[in-house]
């Protein structure tokens, strides 16, 4: 299995696999009220069965081309959180990132750090042409990553996500190739 570098703290991004879906699973159940609070993640990965369905889908997701996922792992061998690409058209050039991090792991910028390797690789190895970050309105920590990742706010779709009883405004964020290798390319 490979393992990327996320920098100097030890932390790496790694593929995720159905055979860790015990791992994820108790890495959900770690975070689960904190993740939940924006993203559907813990409500698709209730127990064993579906955690390992979930990480199967991505893994047939990989094996066509069609999305990714990725955890991010501590130093010391800890799953913490993880970075994805729920859709991938090679065909249009896009992609849409997420991404999802239990509370211990917060303000350390793993998140930003593994999103910044993934869409680098979706850019210069699969040809993605803009990469999409979809976050509801309220969830700042999300918005901030988009930021930092040079990501330009394309819009809202007021009202468009029914989560746990309630609708959402959905921010759509952006960032193109051309964007992604300037920004790059500055120090």
Request: glycine residues 10%; charged residues 25%.
């Amino acid at each position: 299995m490979f393992a990327i570098s996320l920098g100097d703290d030890g932390a790496e991004l790694r593929p995720l696999e159905p055979w860790q879906a015990e791992e994820f699973l108790a890495h959900i159940e770690r975070g689960r009220e904190f993740i939940g609070q924006h993203v559907g993640l813990p409500d698709a990965n209730k127990d064993l069965e579906s955690a390992r369905a979930f990480l199967q889908s991505y893994a047939e997701k990989a094996a066509t081309d069609t999305g990714r996922i990725h955890g991010i792992w501590t130093a010391d061998g800890k799953l913490v959180g993880g970075v994805l690409f729920r859709t991938m058209d090679l065909a249009q050039g896009t992609a849409e990132a997420g991404c999802w991090l239990e509370p211990s792991a917060v303000g350390k910028g793993l998140v930003t750090r593994a999103a910044r390797r993934i869409i680098d690789w979706a850019v210069e190895e699969r040809g993605i042409h803009r990469v999409e970050w979809h976050v509801s309105s309220s969830n700042e920590p999300s918005i901030a990553v988009a930021r930092r990742l040079g990501m330009t706010r394309d819009g809202v779709l007021r009202e468009s996500f029914f989560y746990r009883g309630n609708r959402a405004d959905m921010e759509i964020w952006s960032v193109l190739a051309p964007e992604w290798r300037a920004a790059k390319q500055q120090p």
